[in-house]
């Protein structure tokens, strides 16, 4: 999938959950989920249950414990994709 | 885990423990009582000569019984896991009608999710009369440490 694609789908759930406009406007790689974003741990739960969802993808408690930026969130979708291109 | 062992790992008494009962808990869902005793002192003041018992008492009876009894159930009974805490997260509830002092009610929830430490439930809150008295959805943080 293209980067530019899974970053706007990824922006799209985290809007949801988003406590801060500016941030959310500006997101990139290096956006935090939780410094900048302002998002509480249970909703950073419901970011990666949205993800499963969007992306028939599942995120085991090791890369949920990882996913605490953008960067990680792309990183991670992006090697779930591949394993399931593989099989 | 048992249902008496579920209560007494509560960590709340009174004035502010709200379930009195257990009728049946399991992995999927949790069922409890509890009657409001026409002593407790906030009738004192909701509202003046009108005693009614206020939506987050109601809120908070639903989140014992159905979040943090299901919780403590869930984790005690998880692979070599220890009662956890839950913290809660979030509340949506609508309330139908009132409930006055002296009037016992049934708390059913139902586990919509259990997925990396957070707790999802939907709650129903029924007189005796059977009439759905509130409902909503509740979800929490169930944690190793209280306050985490």
Not at chain 1, 33 to 39: A, E, S
């Amino acid at each position: 999938m293209d980067r530019q694609l899974l970053l706007s789908k990824l922006k799209t759930i985290v809007a949801s959950y988003s406590h801060d406009k500016d941030a959310l406007e500006y997101l990139s790689e290096t956006t935090d989920f939780t410094k900048d974003l302002k998002i509480n741990s249970a909703n950073l739960v419901d970011v990666v249950l949205d993800v499963e969802e969007e992306f028939d993808i599942e995120i085991d408690n090791l890369s949920m414990e990882r996913m605490l930026n953008v960067s990680a969130a792309i990183e991670i979708i992006e090697s779930k994709l591949k394993e399931i291109d593989r099989k | 885990m048992n249902k008496e062992e579920i209560l007494s790992h509560l960590p709340y008494t009174k004035p502010f423990l709200f379930v009195d009962e257990l009728e049946h808990i399991d992995e999927n869902g949790v069922k409890g009582y509890y009657t409001f005793s026409k002593d407790l002192d906030f009738y004192k003041g909701h509202f003046k000569d009108h005693p009614v018992t206020p939506g987050v008492i109601l809120t908070e009876t639903m989140a014992q019984i159905g979040l943090v009894c299901l919780g403590i159930y869930l984790t005690a009974t998880a692979a070599a896991g220890v009662p956890g805490h839950v913290m809660l997260t979030s509340t949506a509830i609508d309330f139908m009608k009132p409930v006055f002092p002296g009037e016992k009610v049934t708390v059913t929830a139902e586990k919509v999710y259990f997925r990396f430490k957070k707790l999802n439930c939907t709650v129903q809150m029924t007189n005796e009369a059977g009439e759905v008295v509130c409902k909503g959805t509740i979800a929490g943080m169930v944690t190793n440490k209280m306050n985490a």
